[in-house]
């Protein structure tokens, strides 16, 4: 059994930065995709990004391109999500997540495991 533990969640200003992070148990977090989604209220759970085993190849959700920086350090069993320029709309519970797969993917049904989340608000 995997766990996954996010921290790093907070309120900020519209236009600020926050690094997400996300600690997982598991004994082969190097050999699987991880991904981080995220849940607005009344809104059904959306992909927000994704890393291969490795960390040498990434995917975003077009929401997030371009402010959004996933990154895993696979000796600490971490994952990260760097956000910069956060949008109000950006308001959202945020999930980390370990695949099925070594490889980047985006479908929420390729996920075994998953965390509890932590809250990000945005006030404008």
């Known amino acids: 059994q995997v766990q996954l533990v996010e921290s790093g969640g907070v309120l900020v200003q519209a236009g600020a930065s926050l690094r997400l992070s996300c600690a997982s148990s598991?004994?082969?977090?190097?050999?699987?995709?991880m991904g981080w989604f995220r849940q607005a209220p009344g809104k059904e759970r959306e992909f927000v990004a994704t890393?291969?085993?490795?960390?040498?190849?990434?995917y975003y959700a077009d929401s997030v391109t371009c402010r959004f920086t996933i990154s895993r350090d696979n000796a600490k069993n971490t994952v990260s999500l760097q956000m910069d320029n956060l949008k109000t709309e950006d308001k959202a519970i945020y999930s980390c997540?370990?695949?099925?797969?070594?490889?980047?993917?985006?479908?929420?049904?390729?996920?075994?495991?998953w965390g509890q989340g932590t809250q990000v608000t945005v006030s404008s």
């Open positions: 890393i291969n085993w490795s960390g040498q190849n990434t």
């Open positions: 997540a370990e695949a099925k797969y070594a490889e980047i993917v985006a479908y929420q049904g390729s996920y075994n495991y």
């Open positions: 598991g004994r082969t977090f190097s050999e699987y995709a």
